[in-house]
């Protein structure tokens, strides 16, 4: 009279988690091409840059001093600010490295 009869519930859809999942799928899609992917390859294009920096080529920090620099170490550079000042910079904190000539017009 009370107890309620216990009736057997439908079969499971098969794809119902695959499609539960989808959204997370494609969110994580999308983020890889617009965030993800263009980062790795701006910190690629930057590894290179750093690798290809040589002596008395004239580069600019991530805080703004432009300068040439004058010795190259395995993780600092030495930058020429003005005539006789150097000042020692590691060599990711290069920012860009600038065409030549380009400080004699600043």
Do not use: C
């Not at 300068?67 to 150097?86: F, K, P, W």
């Amino acid at each position: 009279m009370f107890i309620s009869n216990a009736y057997a519930q439908a079969a499971a859809d098969p794809t119902g988690g695959l499609m539960g999942m989808l959204p997370l799928i494609l969110m994580f899609i999308v983020l890889w091409f617009l965030m993800i992917r263009p980062q790795m390859k701006r910190a690629k294009e930057h590894k290179a840059m750093v690798a290809a920096i040589a002596k008395g080529d004239e580069v600019v920090t991530q805080g703004g001093i432009a300068g040439r620099v004058t010795q190259i170490g395995e993780n600092y550079l030495h930058v020429e600010v003005a005539d006789n000042v150097n000042i020692v910079v590691q060599v990711q904190a290069v920012a860009t490295v600038l065409p030549k000539g380009t400080l004699k017009t600043l």
